[in-house]
């Protein structure tokens, strides 16, 4: 294979990675920290991009879009979070994910509801292309991957370097503690389950032109966000990291190489991964609470 | 006799409430109840049972109906043997996959289930396009034979097959909730250490119950497959992941009539609201939510015990040995 085909395939990569960085991201904190696993996410995914759709389809722009669904994904979520989850966070972590694929399917069908079941595309917003290395790579896919680099950094300094990421943090090695020493856990909680749903909106607003939009697409992506969330380990945010990025490569050159490759091999990579180490590359072997 | 008939009065009472149905209300509703209860049982033995909640059980049912439907589409024309084919595909592929999941936390076992299902449905779509026809399905009604003694081609007899083999798997999951096997598989649940120290290993335990709960859930996907004599890749589409789930949470997870009560008001139900708006994501998605903040325990879960007391108020004193073992 010349290098015609191995860069196109690498950056796409990257960005198919981003995207599954941003979903997992949420779900990876979600287990960290509240012990729940959030299958819901996947809605937020879905209308993050369904908001972009409308947005841009009414206004034109594709940049208001996205933050139009960052801010729609923000309030479903934390009205999600208010109404299901404050009652379940003590419950077993089987029981969270039963009531968050209920909220997955009702989402399901009210989107199909309003928007029905068509499959809608979204416009790129910058069609131009960059030359690299010879190979022409549109740069929408590079802004994506820009975006992810900013989110991790930005989550990064907000885990390391602020006071409520640093109980975050702490939260997730023993939450008893923290509450212990006089912070809110329900905020916290609150306000992590907010970064989480944010950032699923901001996923699929972004994923939003380079796939189509229809009811069903949190399912499509589903087994690859699981994928690159059990690779990495739940609750760990650089196991996420490491993990989506060879989902996305895996993904991507695998289609290079056979296309129906690209579905199953990271299926493959997974169950060699957890045979070898049953807790992903980087899970903590931390048990339920 | 006296004990012979405690333990069948309630698979008795159960089936003879099916065949009963079989009178009132129209034939499909009520095979697909019965393929949708033993479909639920596998599930709901894991659940309750075993303590895994598993969310790739369409990934078992396709391979249970695309083991029949290879035979039918391909080799043979008997349903029956297309049957067993599905079955033995079943268990082969549980036995494949048993060994790695079972040895996962019960949350990263649900994680890579699900996974398994959307592989499977991305294998039966895209990848074996050739040999699955893709989307739209293997059809094989006409290629399946008519059998001398109980013609299954047929809705009215394949109900009399279907009837038998529900009942043969309640009898036989109602037997291994009273063997040891059973209560050791209720021991991993409840306490894995202490059954080590007992000396059984929970590997094995597991893995078994796995692969005879899988196994099930394979039958179950070859009854629907020689019923609806078609498969398509639809039956393991991820929006359908959670039916089983659904079904023995409405019901009652891990008790042993669950599955069924939970099939007859879901399929009920589902059938119902299809009609009224087509949209049955928007009805079953809150449903779930609110059985599982109204505590988990389903219909048959709160009707049990309302029950009992309203048949043995004169029989106090019988010991009700089988049912007394709740998951939960």
Redesign the interface.
Known sequence: MDTSLIVPGVIFGLSIGSIYFLMAIGLSLC?GLMRI?SLDQLLYYSVGAYITYSVNLHTGSFWLGVLAAVAAGAAVSLAIERI?FR??YERD???S???S??????????I??FWGLVPRPVPVPISEQMSIFGTEIPIYRLIVILVAIAVYIAIWLFLNRTIIGKAIRAGIENVEHVEGLGINVARLFTITFLIAGTLSALAGALHAPLIMVDP?MG??V??FV??V??IGG?GSIKGTLISSIIVGQVVSLGSLIYA?LA??AP?AI??LI??VK???LFGSVL??R | MRKAFDWWWGIALAFSLLAAMRAFLPLPFVNEILIFSIYAIGCSFL?GRVGF?S?GQPAYLAIGAYGTAFYLFYFGTNPYIGILAGLASGFIAALIVGP?FV??????F???N???A??VF??MQ??LAPITKGDNGLWFLTNMTSTPVLDITRPSQFFVFAFIVGLAIWAFYKYLDDTLFGACCLATKINEDKLQFLGYSNFSIRLAAFVIANTTTALAGSLYAVYIGAVSPEIT???R??DP??VI?LGGAGTLYGPIVGSIAYTGMKDVISKLIG???????????II??AG?KGIWGTLEPWLKTLLFRNKSVVPQKNSSIEGN
């Not at chain 1, 694929?101 to 009210?110: A, E, K, S, T, Y």
């Not at chain 2, 949209?279 to 939510?289: A, H, K, R, S």
């Open positions: 287990f696993i299901v009652r379940i972590l089987t029981f994910m039963i009531t694929f209920g909220v997955l399917l009702g989402g399901v069908g009210i199909k509801f069903h399912l499509e589903l087994a699981f994928m969330v059990i739940l129906p579905q199953m299926f997974m169950l957890l045979l049953p807790t992903g048990l339920k | 659940l909640i969310f790695l040895r996962l936390r019960s949350d990263y649900a994680l890579v699900l996974a398994l959307v592989i991305f294998l895209k990848v589409s991820p929006a992941a959670a789930v659904v949470l949209n049955w994501e928007m009805i079953i998605g809150p449903l779930l939510v599982m903040l988990e």
